[in-house]
């Protein structure tokens, strides 16, 4: 057999494989042969591209090579910096990201998954998603399995759905943060992490509690400035002299909630609450904080442009 009908074979047999599907099917799809539903064609392409096989020339002007970039709401600066180190990545292996930021009255994230499946996308990357709320509806996700869709989570998994997932060590992570404030004298550690319900917060309460953290400190809000500000002015008032925070925007709020208390004899509570938040959010907030001037905040750094070298496993200098 020539060479060239054994790499066509290989091909078929590959992609018939892949999806689990007969080599006669893979064969139809491609040559354009009746009987072959929209989906099961844009699955065919897909997988050609997943297992690196070129599309045949005829198809190659239907559908560019798009990989969806689903976001949450910007406000978080980390996610513009997440966003611009996956697209530039996926360029240099000539791939465009067609990004999706979720916003209160916009698209959700279910819509955004039928949009990016009409559009033929080769891949699907989650950053922070709905899969991280216990509670949140998951049934976009299984329509992406069932397309065998390649898919890939960031900061959670979502139990039976085996798709690869990169994740914080939560554990790990608060155990810096509580071990480095405790390092330093203090004695009342406070936490102002996300929702109940978040399960990177969840996990982080455990490894907070496990380390003798007191319940009284400890305070849920959601990801906005305002909510940190105000979980954040309880633990003050209880005496907390550290504060760990979920995330950028969390801090941002503790900040201005220690900025915010009233002066008593020993100074501002400015002057005296450390906080452990993460790297890269707007200074903005932190600038005008006395404690911030004088260096008396610490951060977890999670360095997102390195992000794409990574196959797995947890970032052990990820944020708070």
């Not at 239907?62 to 180190?85: C, H, K, W």
């Not at 009342?188 to 982080?204: C, D, F, N, T, Y």
């Not at 849920?220 to 003050?236: C, D, K, M, N, V």
Request: glycine residues 10%.
């Amino acid at each position: 057999m020539p060479v060239y009908h054994r790499t066509v074979a290989r091909k078929l047999a590959d992609v018939a494989e892949h999806l689990g599907v007969s080599q006669a099917t893979v064969s139809r799809a491609l040559n354009g042969k009746p009987g072959i539903s929209d989906a099961t064609r844009a699955a065919v392409l897909t997988a050609l591209d997943v297992l690196g096989y070129e599309r045949p020339a005829k198809l190659r002007g239907e559908t560019a090579r798009l990989v969806g970039v689903v976001l949450p709401d910007m406000q978080n600066p980390i996610y513009a910096s997440f966003a611009e180190a996956v697209a530039g990545a996926l360029a240099k292996r000539g791939i465009t990201a067609v990004l999706c930021p979720r916003t209160v009255d916009g698209v959700n994230e279910a819509d955004f998954v039928e949009l990016l499946i009409e559009q033929q996308v080769s891949g699907v990357l989650f950053a922070s998603g709905l899969y991280q709320y216990a509670t949140a509806s998951k049934g976009h996700y299984a329509l992406l399995r069932a397309r065998s869709l390649p898919t890939v989570l960031i900061n959670a998994a979502v139990p039976g759905f085996d798709v690869p997932s990169v994740c914080t060590d939560e554990e790990h992570a608060v155990g810096q943060a509580y071990s480095h404030l405790t390092h330093l004298g203090h004695r009342r550690i406070g936490a102002v992490l996300g929702p109940r319900e978040h399960m990177p917060s969840a996990r982080k309460l455990a490894a907070y509690r496990a380390l003798g953290g007191s319940p009284e400190l400890v305070a849920h809000a959601g990801f906005t400035i305002e909510e940190g500000h105000s979980g954040a002015l309880p633990l003050i008032a209880a005496g907390a002299t550290g504060v760990i925070c979920g995330n950028d925007v969390l801090a941002m709020g503790a900040v201005r909630a220690a900025k915010a208390w009233p002066r008593g004899p020993a100074g501002s509570v400015g002057c005296r609450l450390r906080r452990l938040r993460a790297d890269g959010l707007h200074r903005s907030a932190a600038d005008h904080c006395p404690a911030a001037h004088r260096g008396d905040g610490a951060c977890g750094r999670r360095p997102v442009a390195a992000a794409d070298r990574r196959r797995g496993g947890a970032d052990r200098r990820d944020a708070l």
